[in-house]
């Protein structure tokens, strides 16, 4: 069973700042089945990137996601944090046919 | 617009039983696996379950153990968790969420505004 570690647990940056979110698997996993998910409180989770690395519709471009082939590091970037912003960042990894999510990051703006 | 509407929560005793459902609409039901997933409070996603288009179920064994079912009714394009003999550690919102697939890649596209169930005496 693969087990996603993500780093830091919070993360307290200012407005504009770039925010480093790690997810390390517990093995090597292809990145084709890496996800990265974005959730509010009081919100329906929201999907970023999948494949590691494409972003997902509508998502800006100050997120960019890393990781590509197989490997055990991925990494969410977000560049020049904005306000709403805020929120749990879940990295998630499918291995047929079972779902598995990473405990998540928490970003705060200070 | 694809739309997911959970119902079905509440509060219950532990050893009771609650059954969620989950309305699908704006898309073709049939034609996707469908997810349960859940937020115990303070803690983050936990996926608790998955059936496939022709009703295959698979389970997170680390503590579904036999107690929960997931169904769905493509006519009604609705997805269903039965919970039994539950547990103050299954107190949580529950999520449906759409598996959805870009390029070769699964992901939870679409997710419901969840459900919260309240596992208490």
Excluded at chain 1, 1 to 13: A, C, H, K, N, R
Excluded at chain 1, 23 to 41: D, F, N
Aim: hydrophobic letters at 30%.
């Amino acid at each position: 069973e693969i087990v996603l570690t993500q780093s830091p647990g919070t993360l307290s940056l200012s407005p504009g700042a770039r925010a480093t979110l790690s997810c390390r698997a517990s093995e090597s996993v292809s990145s084709t089945y890496l996800a990265w998910y974005q959730h509010k409180p009081g919100q329906a989770p929201r999907l970023l990137f999948y494949g590691a690395s494409n972003r997902a519709a509508g998502i800006p471009d100050r997120f960019s996601g890393s990781g590509s082939g197989s490997g055990t590091d991925f990494i969410l970037t977000i560049s020049r944090l904005e306000p709403e912003d805020c929120a749990v960042y879940y990295c998630q990894h499918y291995d047929n046919p079972l779902w598995t999510f990473g405990p998540g990051t928490k970003v705060e703006i200070k | 617009e694809v739309q997911l509407v959970e119902s079905g929560g509440g509060l219950v005793q532990p050893g009771g039983s609650l059954r969620l459902s989950c309305a699908g609409a704006g898309f073709s039901f049939d034609r996707y696996y469908m997810s349960w997933v859940r937020q115990a409070p303070g803690k983050g996603l936990e996926w608790v379950a998955n059936i496939h288009r022709d009703g295959t179920q698979n389970y997170n064994v680390d503590f579904v153990r036999g107690r929960f079912t997931i169904s769905r009714d493509d006519t009604e394009n609705s997805l269903y968790l039965q919970m039994d003999n539950l547990r103050v550690e299954d107190t949580a919102v529950y999520y449906c969420a759409r598996e959805g697939a870009y390029g070769y890649s699964p992901v939870f596209d679409y997710w419901g505004q969840g459900a919260l169930v309240t596992v208490s005496s």
